[in-house]
Protein backbone atom coordinates (compact mmCIF):
# COMPACT_ATOMS: atom_id res chain seq x y z
CA UNK A 1 0.00 0.00 0.00
CA UNK A 2 1.04 3.42 -1.13
CA UNK A 3 2.05 5.52 1.94
CA UNK A 4 -0.09 8.96 2.13
CA UNK A 5 1.53 12.00 2.19
CA UNK A 6 1.59 15.06 4.76
CA UNK A 7 1.96 18.24 2.87
CA UNK A 8 2.45 22.17 4.15
CA UNK A 9 1.35 24.78 1.57
CA UNK A 10 3.70 27.86 1.56
CA UNK A 11 1.40 30.90 0.85
CA UNK A 12 3.00 33.92 -1.16
CA UNK A 13 1.91 37.15 -1.52
CA UNK A 14 4.43 40.00 -2.45
CA UNK A 15 7.15 38.16 -1.78
CA UNK A 16 6.37 36.92 2.15
CA UNK A 17 4.75 34.29 3.58
CA UNK A 18 1.23 34.80 4.43
CA UNK A 19 -1.91 33.35 6.32
CA UNK A 20 -4.90 33.01 4.48
CA UNK A 21 -8.75 33.02 5.62
CA UNK A 22 -11.60 32.39 3.09
CA UNK A 23 -9.06 33.15 0.45
CA UNK A 24 -9.82 37.03 1.19
CA UNK A 25 -7.47 38.14 4.41
CA UNK A 26 -3.92 37.88 4.80
CA UNK A 27 -1.70 38.12 7.18
CA UNK A 28 1.99 38.53 6.65
CA UNK A 29 4.11 36.24 8.65
CA UNK A 30 7.32 35.62 7.44
CA UNK A 31 10.57 35.18 4.97
CA UNK A 32 9.89 32.17 2.88
CA UNK A 33 13.71 31.46 2.49
CA UNK A 34 13.95 31.13 6.11
CA UNK A 35 10.63 28.83 6.13
CA UNK A 36 12.05 26.25 4.20
CA UNK A 37 15.35 25.19 6.22
CA UNK A 38 12.89 24.53 9.03
CA UNK A 39 10.75 22.57 6.88
CA UNK A 40 14.11 20.43 5.62
CA UNK A 41 14.41 19.24 9.59
CA UNK A 42 10.58 18.45 9.54
CA UNK A 43 9.22 14.96 8.28
CA UNK A 44 7.81 16.16 5.87
CA UNK A 45 6.76 14.42 2.38
CA UNK A 46 6.62 17.20 -0.09
CA UNK A 47 6.43 20.92 -0.39
CA UNK A 48 4.18 23.11 -2.21
CA UNK A 49 4.54 27.20 -2.72
CA UNK A 50 1.35 28.97 -4.55
CA UNK A 51 2.48 32.94 -5.48
CA UNK A 52 -0.81 34.80 -4.78
CA UNK A 53 0.04 37.80 -5.59
CA UNK A 54 -2.21 39.92 -7.62
CA UNK A 55 0.49 42.18 -8.94
CA UNK A 56 4.60 42.28 -9.35
CA UNK A 57 5.60 44.42 -5.75
CA UNK A 58 7.90 42.50 -4.07
CA UNK A 59 9.18 44.07 -0.50
CA UNK A 60 11.35 41.18 0.59
CA UNK A 61 14.16 43.87 0.20
CA UNK A 62 13.06 45.51 3.32
CA UNK A 63 15.84 45.85 5.69
CA UNK A 64 13.68 43.71 8.51
CA UNK A 65 13.92 40.60 6.34
CA UNK A 66 17.60 41.05 5.46
CA UNK A 67 17.19 39.10 1.95
CA UNK A 68 18.13 41.51 -0.95
CA UNK A 69 17.54 41.83 -4.33
CA UNK A 70 14.47 39.61 -4.51
CA UNK A 71 12.20 41.18 -6.69
CA UNK A 72 10.06 38.44 -7.63
CA UNK A 73 8.88 34.81 -7.87
CA UNK A 74 11.40 33.05 -9.58
CA UNK A 75 14.40 34.36 -8.00
CA UNK A 76 12.32 33.71 -4.56
CA UNK A 77 12.13 29.71 -6.38
CA UNK A 78 16.22 30.00 -7.33
CA UNK A 79 16.64 30.75 -3.68
CA UNK A 80 14.26 28.20 -1.72
CA UNK A 81 15.61 25.33 -4.52
CA UNK A 82 19.02 25.66 -3.05
CA UNK A 83 18.22 24.50 0.72
CA UNK A 84 14.52 22.63 -0.31
CA UNK A 85 15.51 18.84 -0.14
CA UNK A 86 11.98 17.16 -0.88
CA UNK A 87 9.83 17.40 -3.48
CA UNK A 88 9.00 20.96 -4.75
CA UNK A 89 6.08 22.37 -6.55
CA UNK A 90 5.44 25.88 -7.40
CA UNK A 91 2.10 27.52 -8.57
CA UNK A 92 0.72 30.72 -9.41
CA UNK A 93 0.81 33.17 -12.19
CA UNK A 94 1.60 30.27 -14.53
CA UNK A 95 0.09 31.11 -18.47
CA UNK A 96 2.43 29.13 -20.31
CA UNK A 97 4.54 26.21 -21.30
CA UNK A 98 7.71 28.70 -20.86
CA UNK A 99 6.58 30.03 -17.37
CA UNK A 100 6.26 26.15 -16.66
CA UNK A 101 9.75 25.66 -18.16
CA UNK A 102 11.79 28.87 -16.55
CA UNK A 103 9.66 26.86 -12.97
CA UNK A 104 11.32 23.68 -14.07
CA UNK A 105 14.92 24.80 -14.68
CA UNK A 106 14.77 26.98 -11.40
CA UNK A 107 14.25 23.96 -9.42
CA UNK A 108 10.87 22.92 -8.98
CA UNK A 109 9.86 19.04 -9.21
CA UNK A 110 6.09 19.71 -10.26
CA UNK A 111 3.58 22.98 -11.76
CA UNK A 112 0.45 23.73 -10.02
CA UNK A 113 -2.03 25.40 -12.55
CA UNK A 114 -5.18 27.19 -11.61
CA UNK A 115 -6.38 29.57 -13.51
CA UNK A 116 -4.62 29.02 -16.94
CA UNK A 117 -6.04 25.85 -16.63
CA UNK A 118 -9.38 26.59 -16.93
CA UNK A 119 -8.83 29.47 -19.57
CA UNK A 120 -6.41 27.89 -21.05
CA UNK A 121 -7.33 23.91 -21.04
CA UNK A 122 -4.99 22.93 -23.71
CA UNK A 123 -2.31 24.14 -21.31
CA UNK A 124 -2.72 21.08 -19.00
CA UNK A 125 -2.05 18.68 -21.86
CA UNK A 126 1.08 20.94 -23.01
CA UNK A 127 2.34 20.50 -20.18
CA UNK A 128 1.82 17.10 -19.56
CA UNK A 129 3.58 16.17 -23.24
CA UNK A 130 6.87 18.54 -22.40
CA UNK A 131 7.28 17.56 -19.20
CA UNK A 132 5.06 14.62 -17.75
CA UNK A 133 1.81 14.08 -16.53
CA UNK A 134 3.72 13.69 -13.10
CA UNK A 135 4.80 16.78 -13.41
CA UNK A 136 1.28 18.59 -13.93
CA UNK A 137 -0.55 19.37 -11.02
CA UNK A 138 -4.09 20.94 -11.39
CA UNK A 139 -5.37 23.25 -8.32
CA UNK A 140 -8.87 23.85 -8.09
CA UNK A 141 -10.79 26.13 -5.78
CA UNK A 142 -14.16 25.32 -4.64
CA UNK A 143 -16.90 27.34 -2.95
CA UNK A 144 -19.73 25.48 -1.60
CA UNK A 145 -22.33 27.91 -1.58
CA UNK A 146 -25.35 28.59 1.01
CA UNK A 147 -27.75 26.40 -0.39
CA UNK A 148 -24.99 23.40 -0.72
CA UNK A 149 -23.96 23.51 -4.59
CA UNK A 150 -19.95 23.77 -4.91
CA UNK A 151 -17.99 25.72 -7.62
CA UNK A 152 -15.55 26.13 -9.37
CA UNK A 153 -13.74 29.61 -9.01
CA UNK A 154 -10.97 31.19 -10.57
CA UNK A 155 -8.69 34.42 -10.19
CA UNK A 156 -7.61 34.07 -6.77
CA UNK A 157 -11.40 32.74 -5.63
CA UNK A 158 -13.07 35.70 -6.99
CA UNK A 159 -14.50 34.81 -10.43
CA UNK A 160 -16.70 32.24 -10.36
CA UNK A 161 -17.00 29.58 -13.92
CA UNK A 162 -20.27 27.80 -13.24
CA UNK A 163 -18.07 24.33 -13.65
CA UNK A 164 -18.75 21.39 -11.21
CA UNK A 165 -15.32 20.46 -9.02
CA UNK A 166 -15.66 16.67 -9.87
CA UNK A 167 -16.81 17.36 -13.50
CA UNK A 168 -13.57 19.87 -14.08
CA UNK A 169 -11.58 17.06 -12.35
CA UNK A 170 -12.22 14.61 -14.50
CA UNK A 171 -11.52 16.84 -17.88
CA UNK A 172 -8.54 17.96 -16.12
CA UNK A 173 -7.26 14.63 -15.87
CA UNK A 174 -8.60 13.55 -18.96
CA UNK A 175 -6.32 16.58 -20.21
CA UNK A 176 -2.70 15.12 -18.93
CA UNK A 177 -3.46 16.20 -15.17
CA UNK A 178 -1.15 14.18 -13.09
CA UNK A 179 -2.49 15.36 -9.55
CA UNK A 180 -5.26 17.51 -8.46
CA UNK A 181 -5.03 20.21 -5.84
CA UNK A 182 -8.37 20.48 -4.28
CA UNK A 183 -8.79 24.07 -2.09
CA UNK A 184 -11.98 24.51 -0.61
CA UNK A 185 -12.64 28.61 -0.45
CA UNK A 186 -14.82 28.67 2.29
CA UNK A 187 -13.12 26.40 5.12
CA UNK A 188 -10.53 28.62 4.29
CA UNK A 189 -8.44 29.27 7.64
CA UNK A 190 -11.86 28.51 9.25
CA UNK A 191 -10.00 25.44 11.38
CA UNK A 192 -13.37 23.22 10.74
CA UNK A 193 -11.70 20.68 8.70
CA UNK A 194 -12.33 19.60 5.19
CA UNK A 195 -14.88 19.26 2.98
CA UNK A 196 -15.36 15.49 3.75
CA UNK A 197 -18.28 15.78 1.14
CA UNK A 198 -16.23 17.72 -1.27
CA UNK A 199 -13.35 15.12 -1.57
CA UNK A 200 -15.70 11.96 -1.46
CA UNK A 201 -17.14 13.56 -4.65
CA UNK A 202 -14.12 14.80 -6.71
CA UNK A 203 -11.89 11.74 -5.77
CA UNK A 204 -14.84 9.01 -6.99
CA UNK A 205 -14.58 10.84 -10.25
CA UNK A 206 -10.94 10.63 -10.45
CA UNK A 207 -8.26 7.71 -10.98
CA UNK A 208 -4.93 10.69 -10.51
CA UNK A 209 -4.13 11.40 -7.29
CA UNK A 210 -5.79 13.86 -5.05
CA UNK A 211 -4.60 16.62 -2.56
CA UNK A 212 -7.35 17.70 0.04
CA UNK A 213 -6.74 21.03 1.12
CA UNK A 214 -8.81 24.11 3.37
CA UNK A 215 -9.97 23.86 6.44
CA UNK A 216 -7.40 21.90 9.04
CA UNK A 217 -7.62 23.30 12.76
CA UNK A 218 -6.42 20.18 14.44
CA UNK A 219 -4.04 17.15 13.27
CA UNK A 220 -7.21 14.48 13.24
CA UNK A 221 -8.67 16.23 10.32
CA UNK A 222 -5.70 14.76 8.21
CA UNK A 223 -6.93 11.68 8.98
CA UNK A 224 -10.54 12.28 7.54
CA UNK A 225 -9.36 13.77 4.44
CA UNK A 226 -7.54 10.54 3.94
CA UNK A 227 -10.73 8.51 5.08
CA UNK A 228 -12.37 10.26 2.54
CA UNK A 229 -10.52 9.57 -0.36
CA UNK A 230 -7.29 12.09 -0.72
CA UNK A 231 -4.54 10.10 -1.61
CA UNK A 232 -2.55 13.33 0.26
CA UNK A 233 -3.46 16.04 2.97
CA UNK A 234 -2.23 19.46 2.95
CA UNK A 235 -2.68 22.89 4.91
CA UNK A 236 -1.45 25.82 5.49
CA UNK A 237 -1.75 27.73 8.77
CA UNK A 238 -1.33 25.15 11.10
CA UNK A 239 2.42 24.41 10.28
CA UNK A 240 3.26 28.36 11.50
CA UNK A 241 0.62 28.06 14.19
CA UNK A 242 1.81 24.83 16.18
CA UNK A 243 5.30 23.37 17.61
CA UNK A 244 6.28 20.23 15.45
CA UNK A 245 3.49 20.25 13.20
CA UNK A 246 5.05 16.93 11.57
CA UNK A 247 5.32 14.97 14.41
CA UNK A 248 1.95 15.69 15.47
CA UNK A 249 0.24 15.17 12.21
CA UNK A 250 2.40 12.10 11.47
CA UNK A 251 1.36 10.41 15.03
CA UNK A 252 -2.25 11.50 13.94
CA UNK A 253 -2.15 9.73 10.78
CA UNK A 254 -0.74 6.94 12.18
CA UNK A 255 -2.85 6.90 14.97
CA UNK A 256 -5.63 6.45 12.44
CA UNK A 257 -4.13 3.34 11.11
CA UNK A 258 -3.44 4.98 8.25
CA UNK A 259 0.29 4.05 6.62
CA UNK A 260 2.79 7.09 6.67
CA UNK A 261 6.58 7.62 6.74
CA UNK A 262 7.64 7.99 10.36
CA UNK A 263 11.47 7.70 10.50
CA UNK A 264 12.00 10.95 11.88
CA UNK A 265 9.48 11.04 14.26
CA UNK A 266 11.07 10.80 18.17
CA UNK A 267 8.67 10.08 21.00
Known amino acids: MLRKRLIP ?23 PIYEVKRFNEWNVDELIYLDISKDDQYDLRRDDHKVKGLTDSLAILDEVS ?61 LRHPHGKTEVFIEGGSKSTGLKPEDWAKEAQRLGAGEILLNSIDRDGTGQGYDIELIKTVTSQVQIPVIACGGVGRYEHYAEGIKAGASAVAAANIWHFKELSDRGGKRAL ?12 QK
Open 9 to 31: ILLLKNGLLVRSELFKIHQNIGN
Open 82 to 142: KTCFMPLTWGGRIRTVEDMRQVISRGADKIAINTAAVTNPELITQGAKTFGSQAIVVSIDV
Open 254 to 265: AKAGIEVRLFKI
